[in-house]
């Protein structure tokens, strides 16, 4: 095993690489910049996932010596046999992104992935929880929060996004700063404003905890819970809220018909809104600029790749259960949906890296806006946000 550090400025940067921390798996920290990169490369996926986050030196140190206490057991025993394959999904979604080979789908481990995301454990004063920020009766967005409140009340600085369908999802976070599903709660359990932990903390804690030692043992075999299982029933909650039991996907099957408005609407969001909030997941996870201002506080994308042209651009989200995720965008602006599409058709400012599609804004009358509104009504998911497996198991 090869571990290497070395300052690249004075800024208090570093750089690690360590090419053989997992079994499968490489990591390595490629280049420190204004962020720090995180790059795990696993061997089943074409390309390698990675975590760009400002995170702290010492929170990224912690990171590998997590991933180094993922070695301990050997062999790896996978989870008991199952004739579950994971989540269903309508015929008309694409192939999932996600490709679970290793993590083999199993009900415990998504009932063990339930657990932890209910629970305050993870957070540095056992007072929030991923729960907290993601609420399952509004589509686990913080819904009616602008900017979500943390541990010792510290404010964070985006709006927290919902979610589902995230097996689909290319990048995670508003900038992309994660693209791997297993990966993503890293950010949010070690950033000072959101959990304030760090996993090596968090590991010990499970380790002592007389509940989930025994269920992680069962899902997968006697031996000190790991950062890697850690993140795979995390990963496996998290993929299985699949949400695809909307009007608009009823209509799609045949079952039920739209009104005229919702008719109407749904023609002037394939002529305006499609290319972007592309169906049927109603992202196409790209990044854009939507024109909400002239001056970036907020560069977005940008503060990932360093690449001027991704100024102001942020990760396009999906329409899915828009009626219940509200306030909206990156910043939690817009309180409803219909100042949302005011700023589409008025408000837009003109940058230099606007959308194409927006360039002068998206010329609509209020007829038309209400008519948006009444389809966008119909991508509410009853049945997702009622399902009983998603919600608080304690």
């Known amino acids: 095993m090869h571990i290497f550090l070395r300052h690249i400025s004075k800024k208090n940067s ?3 690489q360590n090419f053989s921390l997992l079994r499968n798996t490489a990591f390595s920290v490629l280049r420190v910049t204004r962020s720090i990169t995180i790059q795990l490369h696993y061997p089943r996926l074409e390309s390698s996932a990675f975590l760009r986050y400002s995170v702290s030196p010492v929170s990224l140190l912690f990171l590998g010596l997590m991933l180094l206490s993922a070695c301990s057991k050997d062999p790896f025993n996978p989870n008991p046999a199952s004739s579950f394959e994971g989540p269903d999904f309508p015929a008309y979604f694409p192939a999932p992104h996600y490709q679970s080979n290793e993590n083999s789908w199993h009900p415990d481990r998504i009932e063990l992935g339930r657990q932890l995301f209910y629970d305050p454990i993870l957070s540095s004063d056992s007072s929030v929880s991923c729960a907290s920020c993601h609420h399952a009766s509004h589509a686990f967005s913080d819904f009616g929060k602008a900017l979500s409140t943390g541990v010792n009340g510290a404010i964070g600085s985006r709006n927290s996004p919902a979610l589902f369908n995230l097996l689909w999802s290319t990048s995670f ?3 992309g ?17 959101e959990m304030n932990e760090d996993m090596n903390h968090v590991l010990t804690k499970l380790n002592r905890h007389p509940q989930y030692k025994p269920l992680f043992d069962k899902s997968f075999g006697p031996g000190e819970i790991s950062s890697k299982e850690f993140f795979y029933v995390l990963a496996q909650f998290m993929g299985s809220l699949v949400s695809a039991n909307s009007k608009y996907d009823l209509f799609r099957q045949g079952k039920v018909g739209f009104s005229n408005d919702e008719q109407k609407g749904y023609q002037l969001f394939q002529v305006h809104c499609n290319r972007c909030h592309t169906e049927p997941l109603f992202t196409n996870q790209g990044f854009a600029n939507n024109g909400q201002d002239s001056v970036f506080s907020d560069e977005g994308r940008y503060r990932i790749t360093l690449d001027p042209a991704d100024k102001g651009k942020f990760k396009i989200p999906s329409l899915r259960n828009i009626g219940l995720s ?3 965008m990156h910043n939690g602006k817009f309180n409803s949906l ?18 194409p599609q927006l360039i002068g804004g998206i010329p609509l009358n209020d007829l038309e806006k209400n008519q948006i509104i009444q389809f966008l009504h119909t991508l509410t998911d009853t049945a997702f946000i009622q399902n009983k497996s ?3 198991p304690f």
């Open 14 to 16: 570093l750089e690690i």
């Open 173 to 175: 976070m508003w900038d």
């Open 177 to 193: 700063g994660i693209n791997h599903l297993e990966i993503m709660p890293f950010a949010p359990i070690t950033l000072p404003a």
């Open 326 to 328: 509200y306030p909206y």
């Open 338 to 355: 219909q100042e949302v599409l005011n700023h589409y058709s008025s408000s837009v400012k003109q940058t230099e890296t606007i959308d």
């Open 390 to 392: 998603h919600q608080n």
